[in-house]
């Protein structure tokens, strides 16, 4: 019997449509969180617990199972709608072959019984095929005439999100495939993924911005995926692995020459497939990943095993929601039980709260877990966590440790219930809910101290003003009255600095000169280091390259802030915000003063001509070179990259596969539509 089977066999039929009901709203929360929100409340574990109870639930009484069930149908990623004829920024096509999902068991003995199955129908001897199943978001590849065509996600298995451009910015996905014997047309599925090492600098940049970090690298890989922005896209450092060859002439009779095929074309397959000769040695395949797993580059949780025999596969054939040829084998996460000792709570440089739990040590994946993130206040109230409980804690994607469930049969008579606090636990200054965020803020931005620190090792961090001092050297600095500003640092004397706990003479030499070298950080990296809500490292980059110099920053309008890269409603805000505060305009004179850089340098842009100067153009669709190529050349000329098309924009560049909304809403604005020959005929005129 499964192991989620609990008391399915004994439920009545009136309690059975009930709780049918509420596990279908509840399993379809979880999958508008997990596909498309990428930002899972549950581990998959927990999910599958709900999928396998309505599943046996279903089988039972099936007079309650109904067409729009979450049994029937693929949780979908589909990009929600925007005001044209795009979802969110991505345009959709009907996949040419339904893309389904696997089903999955955490039971050995239902492994058994899949073999059974098959052996009913199979008239002649196969193997099986298995494989890594990789712990990312599931990608459609199209190729014509051995060229990247489109690039498609699962979306809701009928239709995918166009992510082609994106795609394209993925290393390990050849644009033009190897010379070879490949259909002139053919799909291959197959996962994007985000391996470990890429994972961890994406979450500690975020965590740097306090933005929320990934909570494993399946939803770092699905989020990124869907950037509006390529170039961004590219540095995410995601990899591809593909595993399915879709073609009506295909001359291979088994998944693994198949596999063979692909690999010879240029196209990224796993290195750690493996033909198994019954079930058995599959089992054994499964048993020896299971341990070696953990030493994986990337994520993986489980084993896909594949009927080999592409013929057999076709006998089989497909249920409503996946192939009968194919099956899942999940591992259980690890996890482990320890206690709740006490919760700190942490007031960052944008006055974010953020709860940590300290843990009795505990033996996790390899590594001591003493401190989990709880997040915010709902999530901890979502827990009900008191002091003293004990509760199981996992990595999520073996990265971060994070608080899964309490074990309330341990919970002692008396525990006291942790409580958010009402005030900031640093300064006690009322806090305030962003009612957009589920976090909490201290106001007191200026007489904070834990805020005011949080500033200082932003603005001297390697990828700000890259000042040679950590944690230690800000809270001696700050404790002894030395720094309350950012530019009291360009102020230290080494008379102040010889007071530090053993610091000497190099000790300070050192430190002054790393100060000095950090006047010379170019315009983006001081703009990141101001610390402004929202602009992180990227965002800097674009600003600055957009506006030039802090002065034309701000004294930009709201409406011209929007039309720059990267910039939404809410970072335009911040930006207004920031530049209104008199107590932030002094800061900036004071560090202007100190001698940082507050403008670009000439020749960071190469400059060509002004044929374009002053003009604000919007881009869409497939040039003869790339979009950023584009983009350079436009700011060559002395036009600005628009991120959307309104009243302000100049010109819409329509390449090929325009963005049918924007083409609408050029047309409705009065807009001049160019073509890319038309671009170079403006600026060919003074070259």
Same mark, same amino acid.
Request: glycine share 6%; hydrophobic share 35%; with cysteine.
């Given at each position: ?158 239709? %995918?999100?166009? $992510?082609? @451009?994106?795609? *394209? &910015?993925?290393?390990? !996905?050849? /644009? ?89 074309? %240029?196209?990224? $397959?796993? @290195?750690?497939? *493996? &033909?198994?000769?019954? !079930?058995? /040695? ?98 901890? &109230?979502?827990?009900? !966590? ?302």
């Amino acid at each position: 019997m499964p192991i989620f089977v609990r008391y399915f066999f004994t439920v009545k039929k009136s309690d059975a449509k009930k709780r049918i009901e509420e596990l279908k709203e509840l399993i379809n929360t979880h999958n508008h969180n997990y596909y498309v929100l990428n930002s899972p409340v549950i581990s998959d574990f927990e999910y599958d617990i709900l999928m396998n109870e309505l599943i046996e639930l279903e089988k039972r009484f099936p007079q309650y199972q109904t067409q729009d069930s979450p049994t029937q149908k693929v949780g979908s990623d589909l990009s929600q709608a925007d005001n044209g004829g795009e979802r969110g920024g991505f345009r959709q096509y009907r996949h040419q072959y339904p893309m389904l999902s696997l089903g999955n068991t955490y039971d050995m003995t239902e492994l058994y019984e899949f073999d059974r199955r098959i052996k009913k129908v199979a008239d002649t001897p196969f193997t099986y095929n298995c494989e890594l199943k990789f712990d990312g978001t599931a990608i459609c590849l199209t190729y014509k005439e051995g060229r990247l065509f489109r690039a498609l996600t699962r979306g809701d298995g009928t239709v %995918g999100d166009d $992510v082609t @451009e994106n795609v *394209r &910015e993925i290393a390990t !996905i050849p /644009q033009q495939l190897n010379a070879g014997s490949w259909p002139g047309q053919f799909e291959i599925r197959g996962e994007i993924y985000m391996p470990y090492k890429a994972f961890d600098r994406l979450n500690l940049q975020r965590e740097a911005d306090e933005d929320p970090p990934f909570a494993n690298p399946r939803n770092a890989a699905a989020g990124s995926l869907k950037l509006q922005e390529s170039s961004a896209v590219r540095e995410r450092g995601l990899e591809a692995t593909l595993y399915h060859l879709i073609a009506p002439d295909l001359n291979v009779t088994s998944q693994s020459e198949a596999l063979k095929a692909a690999s010879e074309w %240029g196209l990224p $397959v796993s @290195e750690y497939a *493996r &033909e198994c000769r019954d !079930i058995d /040695q599959a089992v054994e395949y499964i048993n020896m990943w299971d341990e070696k797993r953990r030493t994986l580059p990337f994520a993986t949780d489980g084993i896909v095993i594949k009927v080999n025999q592409l013929e057999l596969q076709r006998k089989l054939g497909f249920t409503a929601k996946s192939p009968r040829w194919a099956t899942a084998y999940k591992f259980k996460p690890e996890e482990a039980l320890t206690k709740v000792i006490s919760i700190d709570y942490q007031v960052g440089r944008t006055g974010a709260v953020t709860p940590v739990a300290n843990l009795e040590p505990v033996l996790l994946s390899g590594t001591v877990v003493k401190r989990a993130t709880l997040h915010n206040g709902e999530q901890m &109230e979502m827990l009900d !966590i008191h002091i003293g409980d004990y509760v199981y804690v996992e990595k999520g994607g073996e990265i971060i440790p994070k608080i899964t469930r309490v074990d309330l049969s341990k919970r002692s008579e008396g525990a006291v219930k942790a409580s958010f606090p009402l005030y900031c636990p640093d300064c006690g200054t009322p806090l305030v809910k962003d009612p957009d965020e589920a976090k909490s803020f201290c106001p007191n931005s200026e007489g904070c101290p834990m805020q005011q620190k949080g500033k200082f090792l932003h603005f001297i961090s390697r990828k700000a003003m890259n000042i040679n001092a950590g944690e230690a050297t800000i809270e001696q600095l700050y404790s002894k009255g030395f720094i309350r500003r950012l530019s009291d640092l360009y102020k230290l004397t080494p008379q102040q600095l010889l007071q530090l706990d053993k610091w000497k003479e190099k000790s300070v030499s050192n430190f002054l000169s790393s100060v000095e070298q950090s006047k010379e950080r170019p315009f983006n990296r001081v703009l990141f280091a101001l610390g402004i809500k929202y602009i992180g490292e990227t965002t800097a980059s674009s600003l600055a390259s957009a506006f030039g110099s802090i002065d034309n920053l701000m004294n930009a309008g709201r409406e011209e802030l929007l039309q720059t890269e990267d910039v939404g409603e809410k970072l335009a805000d911040s930006i207004l915000d920031y530049f209104s505060n008199p107590d932030n305009l002094k800061l900036i004179a004071e560090l202007k003063e100190s001698g940082l850089k507050f403008a670009m340098e000439a020749g960071q842009v190469q400059r060509l001509s002004d044929s374009l100067n002053g003009k604000s153009i919007m881009i869409t669709g497939v040039y003869s070179i790339s979009r950023e190529q584009m983009k350079a050349y436009i700011e060559a000329h002395g036009g600005k990259v628009a991120s959307s098309v309104s009243s302000r924009t100049d010109y819409l560049l329509a390449g090929e596969k325009s963005g049918e909304s924007k083409l609408k809403k050029a047309e409705k604005l009065g807009i001049p539509v160019i073509s890319e020959d038309e671009l170079y005929k403006m600026t060919n005129k003074n070259i």
